[in-house]
């Protein structure tokens, strides 16, 4: 399987690599240090798996944009604090599966040969977790999956973002002043666990149905 490593470490990047060389059935093509990095050599590569180092901080809406762009590469998040929540966010990443920070060459291997196959190898207590998190929220896609829910009014602004349209542009489509359109895009940011206006764009477009919930929530 042909496999590229993504870590902002690069002598962490060149002893993996040496590690992995060794390995019979993985063919490595090349260690990145970022995402964007990752994305030009996906355009013209035919890559199996890569292997996400999670324990420098990674934006994680990024690895969601690779993941529905290239939807058959197997993503596999390494270096993952085994919680259940961590597997949860890396999930809706778009993560197959992980590697526990304390893994040996071996483990690791075998999780990426798991993720190529669409199998996740976890411990029963992180797929009792998921399981629970499955059942405690049926509607992932909606805005509750996200954060906490929008408001009708926070739904016309999210919709509005997605548009690409400016506090003055959005103030001014919705009769409001700019202070006021301030505050809701503040507030959607936070209800959707995001810092940047512009991941609140990707993610409204990506699921238009987060702000359209809302307001029909608010018709109903």
């Known amino acids: 399987m042909k496999l590229v490593i993504v870590t902002p470490v690069r002598l962490f990047g060149d002893g993996l690599s040496a590690c992995l060389k060794l390995q019979p059935d993985i063919e490595l093509e090349c260690s990145v240090s970022e995402i964007n990095q990752l994305r030009q050599w996906l355009a013209s590569s035919c890559t199996d798996a890569v292997l996400v180092d999670v324990t420098q901080g990674i934006d994680l809406d990024e690895v969601r944009g690779v993941a529905l762009d290239f939807p058959d590469l197997a993503l596999i998040a390494l270096g993952l604090d085994e919680q259940r929540q961590s597997v949860i966010r890396c999930g809706r990443a778009g993560f197959r599966g992980y590697v526990d920070r304390n893994a040996s060459i071996e483990q690791l291997c075998r999780a990426i040969s798991d993720a190529c196959r669409g199998r996740l190898n976890c411990s029963a207590e992180i797929s009792s977790g998921l399981l629970r998190a ?37 103030a001014t489509e919705l009769d409001l002043s700019v202070a006021t359109v301030k505050h809701h895009v503040h507030h959607v940011l936070n209800k959707l666990n995001l810092p940047r206006r512009a991941q609140a764009m990707r993610r409204v477009r990506e699921a238009p149905w987060i702000a359209i919930s809302a307001l029909e929530r608010t018709r109903a």
């Open 134 to 170: 499955l059942f405690a929220r049926p509607d992932v896609g909606g805005a509750a999956a996200m954060g906490e829910a929008l408001t009708a009014r926070e739904g016309e602004v999210l919709q509005l973002i997605g548009h690409g349209l400016s506090n003055k542009e959005i």
